[in-house]
């Protein structure tokens, strides 16, 4: 339960709250982790936080970070060449199927960890049918990783995005992120739909996919709790039967969707 | 084949010979508190307990029992998954940071005087804790467990309803049945383990009569008659995972100062959290291990604040969990019956009555 020693290769500005830290390992590298799975970073004497895995670079680990706590702030803070701690890979994976159809739908800092899915769709992208990704920010100026829409448009994903609020540069859809899922050339038996972003984001865009013909286990959100041990001994990350750590973030909607329809749960 | 003991002073004297550190009840600040014994004397002698929704007294007995007393307000988790524990520290260096491991406790417990309740309270522990390779699972590998079957069971008990008691196993390595008469006191001891058997050689015993081992079973059987209280039967686990929306919770959470008292005293409740610290001059951080509860606001916080802001969901949370989505996430229910958190509640709310009150409701709906 020792947290390992990576240090920062490289730091990237995403947004005015949200950075990419590359790391790379110290000592021993932590298992390789699977997309959808997290780690819990560690910051020096200040504490540790769950952060999504956003991808990999030559044998270093990728995490994106948006300061909102003391903790995600100094891990945020951290500059190219300082020390971090890193325990984990923890949770399931989003399970990206062999083929079929996929619809990513990201809120916020949601895409995250769907990155990795959208790489692979890229590198992979003979392998699927449709892969639609719908992307929705606050503003234009909260939108993650720009500069990397041609390219996964260029591969052929048919990349949608949405701000909540205009500015006078967006030329673009307005409007909540389930506004841009409208008809979607997708074939519903054969989708399978990646889902992270703010709770009532998730649970609308959810019901949407649903109501379009989904399965529900095919709908797959990435839920959120609080989060110490991030291996099931801790009890903090309960909602309902799931630990979240344990038996998420990455859940079925089947599953997911009875236990966010109950308040405080 | 049953084996009397006259007292346990030679069982204490074995086990430090051993090398183990004798942990029992005994009597402190008004209550029968768990402590390291230094001597069978320390045990609490014709010491009882009245229990009762909101109130534990001590009394003297009329004999000189020592195990004439229910569930106190400690558990056995205080020594196998302490209230705080090391886990790491680390030290800043001219590049960065070294991390290194707490050292691993090494205690060896022998513990005396486990009931049936805490007995399997230590069993759903195991289920939780117990997998993963830390302090936990150390301490237990060492452990030595004395267990007693109780004769005498608080006003607040209810381990027959849960199947956890009034009779302790399995899972001992020596069981006792305390026999009283006047101010004599015997025990029966009943092996479980090898290790059991071993330490028992050492002892100073003699063959059971049956007359003896047949009063000891009766007063063993009669404790459970004696229990007032019940969980209800039927299927918990679905009765709470279909009583989200229950009335009830409204009417507990109104009595509910959401204090913590029952996790605290739960003998299976296993929550943590951890707490980072740094010395003043910001070279020096360390981890700590530490009991958590669900009924702490900060306890379920996410940015932007906590999941369960209300009383009732965090009441609803606990409860449903011990009785309810314990079964999903390890196989049995989280409550063995002690009835700790009947008496160390501060309004006195009882966790059977709470349950019942669910039951009728879904009865009515």
């Known amino acids: 339960m020792t947290p390992l020693r990576y240090r920062v290769r490289r730091r990237l500005t995403e947004t005015a709250d949200t950075v990419t830290l590359v790391l790379d390992p110290v000592d021993e590298p932590i298992v390789a982790p699977l997309p959808g799975q997290f780690t819990m970073m560690y910051a020096f004497g200040v504490g540790e936080v769950p952060i999504s895995v956003s991808g990999h670079a030559d044998g270093g680990i990728v995490h994106t970070v948006r300061a909102v706590g003391a903790v995600s702030r100094a891990v945020a803070g951290a500059r190219t060449g300082d020390v971090l701690g890193i325990r984990g890979p923890f949770g399931t994976d989003w399970g990206v199927p062999p083929g079929g159809d996929l619809v990513v739908l990201a809120g916020g800092i949601g895409l995250a960890p769907l990155r990795p899915v959208i790489r692979q769709a890229v590198a992979r992208r003979a392998r699927f049918g449709t892969v639609a990704v719908l992307i929705g920010a606050r503003t234009p100026a909260d939108l993650l990783y720009p500069h990397e829409y041609a390219t996964w448009r260029a591969a052929g994903l048919d990349v949608r995005v949405t701000v909540d609020r205009a500015d006078m540069s967006w030329t673009g859809h307005v409007g909540v992120v389930t506004t841009v899922l409208g008809a979607l050339p997708v074939d519903p038996a054969a989708t399978t739909a990646f889902v992270c972003g703010p709770e009532v984001m998730m649970r609308f865009a959810a019901r949407a996919l649903v109501d379009r013909g989904v399965p529900p286990a095919a709908v797959r959100v990435s839920l959120e709790r609080n989060m110490r041990c991030g291996v099931g001994l801790c009890g903090h990350c309960q909602l309902g039967p799931l630990l979240v750590c344990r038996d998420g973030p990455v859940v079925g909607w089947d599953r997911a969707a009875p236990l966010l329809a109950v308040k405080e749960l | ?365």
Request: include cysteine.
């Open chain 2, 1 to 365: 084949m049953s084996t009397l003991l006259r007292s346990l002073g030679p069982l204490v004297r074995a086990l430090h010979g051993q090398g183990y550190r004798v942990v029992g009840p005994t009597v402190r600040d008004g209550a029968i508190v768990l402590a390291e014994l230094d001597r069978a004397d320390a045990l609490p002698y014709g010491w009882g307990v009245e229990a009762a929704p909101g109130r534990y007294r001590l009394h003297r007995r009329a004999d000189a029992a020592a195990f004439g007393h229910a569930a106190g307000p400690q558990s056995w988790k205080a020594f196998l998954h302490p209230p705080r524990s090391p886990q790491w520290t680390a030290d800043r260096t001219a590049d960065g940071f070294t991390v290194t491991e707490a050292p691993p406790d090494s205690t060896r417990y022998a513990f005396l005087g486990v009931r049936g309740c805490d007995l399997r309270a230590i069993a759903v522990q195991d289920r939780v804790l117990g997998g993963a390779d830390g302090g936990y699972a150390r301490r237990r590998r060492e452990l030595f467990i004395v267990a007693v079957s109780c004769t005498e069971p608080a006003d607040t008990c209810f381990c027959a309803s849960t199947g956890c008691g009034p009779a302790a196993g399995p899972g001992y390595d020596l069981g006792l049945t305390e026999l009283v008469d006047g101010d004599r006191v015997r025990y029966l001891v009943e092996v479980g383990t090898p290790a059991g058997l071993e330490l028992l050689t050492q002892l100073p015993t003699e063959p059971a009569p049956v007359d003896l081992v047949e009063e000891a079973a009766a007063a063993v059987a009669a404790a459970a008659t004696k229990m007032s209280r019940a969980l209800p039967e039927g299927d918990l686990r679905d009765l709470l995972a279909g009583s989200h929306d229950a009335a009830r919770w409204d009417d507990v959470a109104a009595r509910c100062l959401s204090c913590g008292n029952c996790t605290m005293v739960c003998p299976t409740c296993f929550c943590t959290t951890v707490e980072d610290v740094t010395d003043v001059a910001g070279e020096h951080a360390e981890r700590w291990l530490r009991w958590d509860s669900c009924f702490d606001l900060d306890f379920s916080y996410l940015h932007g604040g906590p999941v369960r802001t209300s009383t009732r969901s965090r009441y609803r949370q606990w409860l449903t969990h011990k009785l309810g989505t314990w079964h999903d996430q390890f196989g049995e229910s989280g409550c063995v019956g002690c009835g700790r958190c009947i008496a160390w509640c501060p309004v006195g709310i009882d966790i059977t009555e709470e349950t019942r009150a669910l039951v009728t409701e879904a009865e009515e709906a």
